[in-house]
């Protein structure tokens, strides 16, 4: 997984609405940029709307928030619209970002194993560089623990 004082890696998502969303366009601002297993599902659902309550606030401070899964566009799309959500939902369909964050990881539910999206959130200040790292986050009130490291880098 990347660390604090990585780079972020130039790498490009597809978005919610099938634009391409590639992380070097926004150096010169800090990102937010958080992995999640499936969009819909209760966890993912509430960290989505964790991040959609205070979504003005991180406006406010010029930090946009991008959401990753593996999900399909078309489940983005579905997932925004009935949840209400304001953060930039993106797609990672062949899994390479995942790769290059190193979130995708193997798993173990019930002793079987697989392969999926280890939840984790990266912050990167505006030239890029990683500053804080939250792996295997834990999904209450960890938007607002991601609203406080931005505030610091002001």
Do not use: N
Request: glycine share 10%; net charge neutral.
């Amino acid at each position: 997984m990347l660390s604090e004082g990585d780079m972020l890696p130039d790498v490009t998502l597809t978005g919610a609405d099938d634009t391409p969303i590639r992380l070097g366009d926004y150096r010169g601002k800090p990102l937010v940029i958080y992995f999640y297993p499936k969009a819909d599902t209760p966890g993912c659902t509430t960290e989505a709307i964790d991040f959609t309550d205070l979504a003005e606030t991180f406006a406010g401070l010029g930090v946009p928030v991008i959401a990753v899964s593996k999900d399909p566009t078309a489940k983005l799309r579905r997932f925004a619209d009935k949840r209400g959500l304001a953060v930039t939902l993106a797609s990672d369909g062949d899994g390479s970002v995942c790769e290059a964050f190193g979130t995708w990881v193997e798993k173990s539910l019930y002793g079987r194993k697989y392969m999926g999206i280890e939840r984790a959130t990266f912050v990167a200040d505006a030239q890029g560089k990683i500053v804080r790292v939250w792996p295997k986050v834990k999904v209450k009130g960890h938007a607002a623990e991601v609203l406080e490291a931005v505030k610091a880098l002001a």
